[in-house]
């Protein structure tokens, strides 16, 4: 099995900042892909930011806004999220896309965190 543990969500005034990080764990050899996605209330989860070990993709709503890191030793994904909108608000999760030590392809998912921004 392989766990994803999500932290730094809250709540947050427009225009300001918050970090989201992520830790993944378990019987890993190798993670390919970290991405985060969000998800408001009423609407379908999207895809904020993406991750390989040589690029990043974002979603236009974030670009310029949010900048997505990852520590390919610690197996840690982070999202730095700046000048944050009322918009933004929703649940956010993480996802890993990987191999485990049997070999075998993984694709898993954290419990979310709250982040809210208030106008």
């Known amino acids: 099995q392989v766990q994803l543990v999500e932290s730094g969500g809250g709540l947050v005034q427009a225009g300001g900042s918050l970090r989201l990080s992520c830790a993944a764990s378990g019987s890993i050899l190798r993670i390919n892909d970290m991405a985060w996605y969000r998800q408001a209330p009423g609407k379908q989860r999207e895809l904020v930011a993406s991750?390989?070990?040589?690029?990043?993709n974002y979603a236009d709503s974030v670009k310029g806004r949010f900048i997505i890191t990852r520590d390919n030793a610690k197996n840690t994904v982070s999202l730095q999220m700046n000048s944050l909108k009322p918009d933004d608000t929703a649940v956010y999760y993480c996802n890993a896309v990987g191999q485990r030590r049997n070999l075998r392809e993984f694709d898993s998912w954290g419990q979310g965190t709250q982040v809210t921004v208030s106008s």
């Open positions: 991750i390989t070990r040589g690029s990043t």
